[in-house]
């Protein structure tokens, strides 16, 4: 159980162009989800955290207008990455919070690597 | 903002011997947790450790929490060769559900 996955696994696109990338959590109810962006070698940065039916929560430096989240079901959530430019090629993350009582896990999906040319 | 630091950045050693990675983190938590990659692939929870927890165990895995130092440390006992991946700690705070990664451990393991 507690699977989530992520659609397009990669994608390659035009500068100027927007992606949309897919999480869904496949087994369980997520009222809360996280997106994170890993550039090579680094570690994992959180961009986001997507609440079911409300705005998303976007951290210092991550720009809402480029990066539009949408978390229409318990089970979806959506990153849209708007007027992509070569620099936003990355392999963005996302997770899944069952929002349990006894746990603090989150649930991650495989990852969608960004390439913009 | 990363909350915290990892180190070594990288470890090689061979297949049977343990691997020892720590974590330092800079402010309160209510958990830390391990979490392991393969290369360009997705996350793997490891192991869960709450703040009024010292130590923990699962199979092969320790691991160890400290908060009077803001640390911890994940031991590998006996490794494989599978367990060549890059481990990063992840702290959680207490209300927000976030979890903030540290910069991560490369460890490649040698047959």
Redesign the interface.
Known sequence: GAVVS?HPSWVICKSGTSVKIECRSLDFQAT?M?W?RQFPK?????MA?SNEGSKATYE?GVEKDKFLINHASLTLSTLTVTSAHPEDSS?Y?C?A?PGLAD?????????T?LTVL | ??QGEEDPQALSIQEGENATMNCSYKTSI??L?W?RQNS??????LI?IRSNEREKHSGRLRVTLDTSKKSSSLLITASRAADTASY?CAT?ASN?????????TTLQVKP
Do not use: A, C, E, W
């Open positions: 992520q809360t996280f994170y680094q570690s994992l940065m959180l955290t210092q392999f993350i997770s919070d746990t603090d896990t989150q649930y991650f999906g495989p990852g690597r | 903002s990363q209510n958990n947790q979490y360009g692939r997705g996350l793997v929870h869960l990063f959680g927000t559900g976030k979890l903030i990664f540290g910069q991560g």
